[in-house]
Structures are given as C-alpha cells and as structure tokens.
C-alpha cells in the first residue's frame, strides 16, 4: 500500500493533463467542431476520475495475486468508471454523497453514450443527433468544476476504520447480487436517515445481506418442496429468464420490436445502448419446477434463438469472435520509431451488409418458432444441430479456424432436416435431385439452386478426400447457413399455409400454436 506522499505526484499528474484537455477543449468549441471539445472535456473528466481511481486503489490490501477486483486501478481502461469516480469525488472528508451514487453512474453512462455517438459515424445510423454548443459547453463547464474542486481538496491519510469500510463497500460492489441491494431506494432512504453514520448503515446493510440469504435459502427450500399445479393453473406466469444477444448481421430498432410484444406473450425483446444488442425475457409457467428451471430456461433459448438465426438469416449469438483481423496488441518499429498495423485480408467476418431488424424478419420468426414447437425428435434434432453450429460459427477466429467444419455441420443439418421433414430418401446419389425439386418450386433463383449444387458437393468432396478440394470460405459458411435457413423457413411458410387451410375447413384438430408452446417445449 503506497503513502500519500507517494501517490500525490500521480494525482498532480492526471491533474495537469486535466488542465490541459480542458484549454484544448475550449479551444476546440466552435461550430462543426463540438463534439471534439465534447470528447476532451470527457477525457479530462476520465483524468480526474483516474486520480481518485489510483487513490482509492490503495485501500485494499494487496493479496499478491492478479485478481480483476484488487482495486479501482484495474478498471483504467473502463471509461465509464473513470467518469463516474470523477463525477462523485470520493476523497470528500465526509462520505455523505453516497446516495448520489446511482445517478452518478447514469450521467457517466449518457457521457460515454453521447461521446462515443457523435465522435464515429455509425453505418447503421448517421443521423444520429449531433452535439451541440449547449452540451459542450455544460461538459467543459463540469470538467473544470469538478478539477477546481479537486485542487482544493486537503488530503488526509485515511484511519483504520475508515479504511475498513471503504474496502467492504468496494468489496460489496464488486458483487451485482449485492450491488443491486446497497443502490436500491430503500437502501439509500436508509443512509440518508443515518446521515453522516456511515458505520451505523454499514451494519444495516450487513444485517440485510445476512437477512436476505437466509431468505433465499428459505424460499429455495419452499420452491424444491412445492407441487407444481396442474391444469390451466400450472400455465400461470412463475419464472422470468432473461438472455442477452449479439448480433454481427443487423441493427436493433426499439421500434421494430413493438408489435412483437403487442402480440406474443411469452417473449418479450427490447433493444439495447448497442444497437447489435437484442434482449429477450423468456417467460417459463408454473408447471415448471425450480429444480427444471435451468433446463427449460436453456431449451427454450435454444428454440428462440435458432429460430431468431432462421427467421432473419442473419447471425444472433451470446458473443461475436473478437479476433478476427489481429491478434497482437502492438507491432512497433524500433528502428523508425513507429507504429505497425498488419491485419488479416480478409477479416474472419462476413459481409452481412448493412441490414436493420424489421417487421417482417420478426414475422418469420414466429413462424419458425411455430415450426420447431411442433417438430418431432428428429426433425428437431436437425434444428438442434444448426444450432451448435452457430455456437461453432461463435468461436471461428484467428486462433481457432473452423470454416470447413462449420460448412459441413450446416450441410449436415440441411440434410437432416431433409430427410426429417420427407423430403429426401437419404441416399447420396439423390440427394442434388431432392434439393433442386424442392427449390426449384420456390422463387429461389437458378443462381441459387447452382449456389446449393456446389455447396453438397464440397462438403461430399471433403468427407470422401478428408480435406476439401478448395479452401473454404466464410463466404461459403454463409451460404451454407442460410440454405438451411431457406429450407427451414419454407416447410414453416408452408406448415402454415396447410394449418391455415384446415382451420377454414373446419378440419383442424388443433390450434396455432403461441411462442408460449415454442418456449415451453
């Protein structure tokens, strides 16, 4: 643990650096220029932050391991974080700010927002709206307010029991569980009655954490002794899960989701700060133990998001491959003092283009998600493995190619799904005839049943050779993926269709299915 003699030129350090992003900023605001002097107020707001970072840094003990929670020092690459300690000024004499410390956090994630908006031009939106003079203006402002305050402030070496509390709440933050209570309303009601006490609403809190397990533990052991209700009861609304998704092929717009959740039910999407963010809440009914919770949960994310990949034929996962240009943080040249970019050509990414989630494509979702509900075990079998070969298309980056497995698994379970669904024999030498027929009573092109021809024979070429006869392509992996995708979303148009008909004949013995089936099955 460094003295403060030691971390006093640190601070001075971020301090002047402050200063001067500060004078760069005013410089910088005039019109066409505002949103620059808005990123360098931000960086001298993240330069104050980084002083309090380092100053707070040291009140943990060191444990001489390299753990991600050893300290606010280790969140220097976080600019939101950075914003935030600038924003909240923890070194004050007395912590009586803390219940500012929400929208704290809310006015450093609106500065990074805003920022990172109008400093890069987003292909999916560019208009977005642009800075104006106000916002760089109160920006500068803050920023040279917030360091004034900071140049005055008196130093002190912390006692022990202040210490003490001080690496309790880092501690505690440090868990979301435990995050979610100390920033909740009653908690902050609590510590505005205690006032400058912070010990006294220490021991409350701790006093509720130590309440709050024991009534998890108590509602756990209810939930494995409870009987699921039977009949129209067990259908009742008990569980919520909530997955997050990414997206390399379109952009999320909030609007576009809104019928959805007009008219399913059971699934619910919204969009995110990122605009290749889709979160979905799966709703899970009584009839479900708690004990299953985790299995349903996973099988009907599983359902939706094959589903989501169909019905788009794009490419929705939990994660997108992050190396897929470079793998090195730095080349450098020492001879001429300069820096080297050398990134792959291609990228290990596909040209999706740029495409927005629409109406239609959520359409087709239902749709699919229709279809699958209803799928017996070996057709959904063939979903099934698309499905972990999405999670395989997931991991495909510089240090794991995957591109000829990935082409095969699709083709694979292209003709799984095939034979599933009646539509091929399952002998190879008919396999190119049963695909044609198929697409050619569709509007899929002559290009395309000549793009699904070359496809079954390059994956039958490199299972009987063990290597392919060409190198394979992400090109060919997309093409790949969404002939499986075309296939799966005509026997669901078509299933449809042939529902749709019985139901006007009179002849149905069962009802459309909702997403509450698909989620459910």
């Not at 949103?35 to 932050?49: D, F, N, R, T, V």
């Not at 095939?418 to 697409?439: C, H, I, N, Q, R």
């Not at 569709?442 to 299972?463: C, G, H, M, N, W």
């Amino acid at each position: 643990m460094k003295s403060l003699e030691e971390l006093a030129p640190i601070i001075k350090a971020c301090f002047e650096n402050a200063g001067k992003l500060i004078e760069a900023a005013k410089t910088t605001a005039k019109p066409g220029s505002y949103h620059i002097a808005y990123h360098l107020a931000a960086l001298a707001l993240e330069e104050i932050g980084k002083s309090s970072m380092v100053f707070m840094s040291e009140l943990r003990p060191k444990t001489g391991g390299d753990d991600e929670r050893a300290g606010p020092i280790k969140w220097i690459d976080d600019h939101e974080r950075k914003l935030f300690w600038a924003i909240w000024l923890p070194r004050k004499e007395h912590f009586r700010d803390w219940k500012t410390i929400p929208e704290s956090m809310d006015i450093a994630r609106t500065i990074h927002a805003n920022r990172v908006a109008s400093l890069y031009v987003n292909p999916a939106d560019i208009a977005a709206p642009p800075v104006t003079e106000k916002q760089a203006s109160s920006l500068i402002s803050l920023a040279e307010a917030r360091l004034g305050m900071e140049r005055l402030q008196s130093f002190r070496e912390l006692d022990k029991d202040s210490k003490k509390e001080i690496q309790w709440f880092l501690d505690a933050t440090d868990n979301p569980e435990l995050r979610r209570i100390i920033f909740s309303k009653g908690s902050l009601d609590k510590q505005a009655e205690f006032g400058d006490d912070i010990g006294a609403w220490i021991k409350w809190l701790r006093e509720a954490f130590e309440e709050y397990n024991r009534k998890s533990i108590e509602l756990t052991n209810q939930e494995i002794q409870r009987v699921p209700p039977e009949g129209e009861a067990g259908y009742d609304d008990k569980f919520e899960v909530k997955i997050r998704l990414k997206s390399w092929s379109h952009s999320i717009r909030t609007k576009q989701l809104k019928a959805w959740n007009q008219g399913i039910d059971k699934v619910k999407l919204a969009g995110t700060n990122e605009r290749n963010e889709l979160m979905v809440t799966l709703t899970v009914p009584k009839m479900v133990k708690t004990l299953d919770l985790w299995h349903i949960g996973w099988q009907s994310a599983l359902v939706f998001v094959t589903a989501l990949n169909i019905g788009t034929t794009g490419f929705f996962w939990w994660y997108i491959p992050e190396f897929v240009s470079r793998y090195y943080e730095r080349m450098y040249d020492i001879e001429h003092r300069s820096d080297i970019i050398a990134v792959r050509v291609p990228e290990l990414k596909l040209s999706w283009g740029h495409l927005a989630l629409k109406a239609e494509d959520l359409n087709a979702v239902g749709i699919v998600l229709t279809l699958i509900a209803r799928s017996n075990e070996k057709q959904f079998e063939a979903f099934y493995r698309y499905f972990r070969t999405l999670g395989l298309m997931a991991k495909n980056d510089m240090f794991f190619q995957f591109e000829p497995t990935i082409l095969l698994e699709f083709v694979g379970a292209f003709k799984d799904a095939m034979s599933a669904y009646g539509d091929w024999d399952g002998k190879p030498e008919t396999l190119e005839v049963a695909a044609a027929t198929l697409f050619r009573a569709t509007p899929a092109s002559d290009e395309f049943q000549d793009i699904v021809k070359e496809l079954l024979r390059l994956a039958d070429q490199t299972v009987t050779e063990k290597q392919p006869p060409r190198p394979v392509s992400l090109e060919d992996v997309g093409k790949a993926k969404i002939m499986f995708d075309l296939y799966a979303r005509l026997k669901a148009q078509r299933s449809m269709e042939q529902e749709i008909e019985k139901l006007q004949r009179g002849t149905s013995t069962q009802q459309l299915p909702t997403s509450s089936d698909a989620t459910s099955s």
